[in-house]
T-cell receptor, first 109, second 116 residues
Framework: EDQVTQSPEALRLQEGESSSLNCSYTVSGLRGLFWYRQDPGKGPEFLFTLYSAGEEKEKERLKATLTKKESFLHITAPKPEDSATYLC??????????FGAGTTVTVRA | GAVVSQHPSWVICKSGTSVKIECRSL??????MFWYRQFPKQSLMLMAT?????????EQGVEKDKFLINHASLTLSTLTVTSAHPEDSSFYIC????????????FGEGSWLTVV
């Protein structure tokens, strides 16, 4: 059975303090690994899709990387507006997503 | 970029009535859409998978007669909560799979349902 584990559960950062979020996974066949950002009371916002080990993608202060067993979301010099819950999910063979529990990031000014 | 739109964003209905939520993919055709429910500070719970032109498949424990799903076109899926009760109050979110963009799954903004 697919398993997706995110760590840490919560992360409190000072503005400008870079950090990384971890998503480890075990799947029978990886169709894709997605990162989303979710703000309170809103649907998840798509950030990245990664398909194969070694792949990297960047968007503003965020960078996602993928290995055979885990993915990292690096936040460089975060700002308060980066505060959100970041969700990692793997795409299963039936096209359903298996989600991790999320990492709630709080960035203080 | 690809956008999935949900309507309404919030709705209040009386107990015993039915309410419909729409999910539209705005710039791509979605053969598969998904409906989720989310409780405060909890993860998304998949309710059902909606395939265009066929019956929806429901996750275990989800009442298909209570949560009616229709995927009548490649850009529209609807969720109807029938005979709503206060315990159905929740945040409902849809998502759509874009098969032409690497099967990326985009989410709608969500719909808050309050049953009074």
């Amino acid at each position: 059975e697919d398993q997706v584990t995110q760590s840490p559960e919560a992360l409190r950062l000072q503005e400008g303090e870079s950090s990384s979020l971890n998503c480890s996974y075990t799947v029978s066949g990886l169709r894709g690994l997605f990162w989303y950002r979710q703000d309170p009371g809103k649907g998840p916002e798509f950030l990245f899709t990664l398909y194969s080990a070694g792949e990297e993608k960047e968007k503003e202060r965020l960078k996602a990387t993928l290995t055979k067993k885990e993915s990292f979301l690096h936040i460089t010099a975060p700002k308060p507006e980066d505060s959100a819950t970041y969700l990692c999910a793997v795409l299963r063979d039936d096209y359903k997503l298996s989600f991790g529990a999320g990492t709630t990031v709080t960035v203080r000014a | 970029g690809a956008v999935v739109s949900q309507h309404p964003s919030w709705v209040i209905c009386k107990s015993g009535t039915s309410v419909k939520i729409e999910c539209r993919s705005l710039d791509f055709q979605a053969t598969t859409m998904f409906w989720y429910r989310q409780f405060p500070k909890q993860s998304l719970m998949l309710m059902a998978t909606s395939n265009e032109g066929s019956k929806a498949t429901y996750e275990q424990g989800v009442e298909k007669d209570k949560f009616l799903i229709n995927h009548a076109s490649l850009t529209l899926s609807t969720l109807t909560v029938t005979s709503a009760h206060p315990e159905d109050s929740s945040f409902y979110i849809c998502s759509a799979r874009d098969a032409y963009r690497g099967n990326t799954i985009y989410f709608g903004e969500g719909s808050w349902l309050t049953v009074v």
